[in-house]
C-alpha cells in the first residue's frame, strides 16, 4: 500500500488550498482514511477522517467549519480542501490510512498504519 500525498504550498491568511492522497496497491473499500498534522518538536494531529465505503466525516474542532475532506472512490484519493487558513495551520500534512478496522480512536495516530509521505502548507503574507 501506499499513499501520496500533494497540493501543499504557501497560501496567505484567509486563503485555501486542497490537499490530495492518491492510494493504491489494493482496494480501499471498507476502512477509513485521515489526515493529520505536525509542526517541529510536536506529536503529530489528527485533522480529520473519512469513512471510505459511506462517506461519515470526522473533524477535529479546531478545523470544524474551515476544513473539508471527501473522497473520489474511482480514483482511490482523499482530499482535505482547507479555507480561511490562518498561520496556526502552517504544518506538515499527513496522510493516513487504518485497513485493519483497527479499534484505536479514529483522532489516533495508532490506529493508521500506513502514512503518506508528508506535504508542507505554509500560511504567510
Known amino acids: 500500500v501506499q499513499l501520496q500525498a500533494s497540493g501543499g504550498g504557501l497560501v496567505q491568511p484567509g486563503g485555501s488550498l486542497r490537499l490530495s492522497c492518491a492510494a493504491s496497491?489494493?482496494?480501499?473499500?471498507?476502512?477509513?482514511m485521515a489526515w493529520f498534522r505536525q509542526v517541529p518538536g510536536k506529536e503529530r494531529v489528527f485533522m480529520s477522517a473519512?469513512?471510505?465505503?459511506?462517506?461519515?466525516?470526522y473533524y477535529a474542532d479546531s478545523v470544524k467549519g474551515r476544513f473539508t475532506i471527501s473522497r473520489d472512490n474511482a480514483k482511490n484519493t482523499v482530499y482535505l480542501q482547507m479555507n480561511s487558513m490562518g498561520p496556526e495551520d502552517t504544518a506538515v500534512y499527513y496522510c493516513?490510512?487504518?485497513?485493519?478496522?483497527?479499534?484505536?480512536?479514529?483522532?489516533?495516530?495508532?490506529?493508521?498504519?500506513?502514512w503518506g509521505q508528508g506535504t508542507l502548507v505554509t500560511v504567510s503574507s
Open positions: 493516513a490510512a487504518d485497513l485493519r478496522a483497527s479499534s484505536y480512536p479514529i483522532s489516533s495516530p495508532t490506529k493508521y498504519a500506513y
Open positions: 496497491g489494493r482496494t480501499f473499500s471498507g476502512f477509513v
Open positions: 473519512i469513512s471510505w465505503n459511506s462517506g461519515t466525516a
